[in-house]
Nanobody, 126 residues
C-alpha cells in the first residue's frame, strides 16, 4: 500500500528557510512523478513543484521559482522541498503527491495525482 507522510512544517519568520520532507512507502517514489501542492485557508489547492521519476526534470509554479527547490532521494524514499526567502504568502498546508500516469502538459493539476499525504503546516510570520 502506497503511503506518503510529510514533515518539517513549522512557524518561520519572513526571509527564512525551511526544508519539508515527504517519506514515501510502497515503492512509489521511483515509479511516479512526485509533486508538492499547497493550500492556504479559503483558497484552492495549488501546484508548487514537481520532479520527474528519475529526477532529471523539475517544474515550478511562478510564485516559487528561484526560491524553492524540489528534490528526491530514491535510496531514502524521501521527497524534499527546500524553501528559501519565505514570504507570508507562502503560509499554507503543504502536501506531497505521487502520480504514476501524470500527463506532463497537465502536471500542475491536482487530479493527475493518485496518492496524497496528510499535509504539514507552514506558517510564515511577517
Amino acid at each position: 500500500q502506497a503511503r506518503l507522510e510529510e514533515s518539517g512544517g513549522r512557524l518561520v519568520e519572513a526571509g527564512g528557510s525551511l526544508t519539508l520532507s515527504c517519506a514515501a512507502s510502497g515503492g512509489i517514489l521511483s515509479n511516479s512523478i512526485m509533486a508538492w501542492f499547497r493550500q492556504a485557508p479559503g483558497k484552492e489547492r495549488e501546484f508548487v513543484a514537481a520532479i520527474a521519476r528519475r529526477g532529471g526534470n523539475t517544474w515550478y509554479a511562478d510564485a516559487v521559482k528561484g526560491r524553492f527547490t524540489i528534490s528526491k532521494d530514491n535510496a531514502r524514499n524521501t521527497l524534499y522541498l527546500q524553501m528559501n526567502s519565505l514570504k507570508p504568502e507562502d503560509t499554507a498546508v503543504y502536501y506531497c503527491a505521487a502520480g504514476s500516469r501524470v500527463i506532463l502538459s497537465s502536471i500542475r493539476l491536482a487530479r493527475q495525482y493518485d496518492y496524497w499525504g496528510q499535509g504539514t503546516q507552514l506558517t510564515v510570520s511577517s
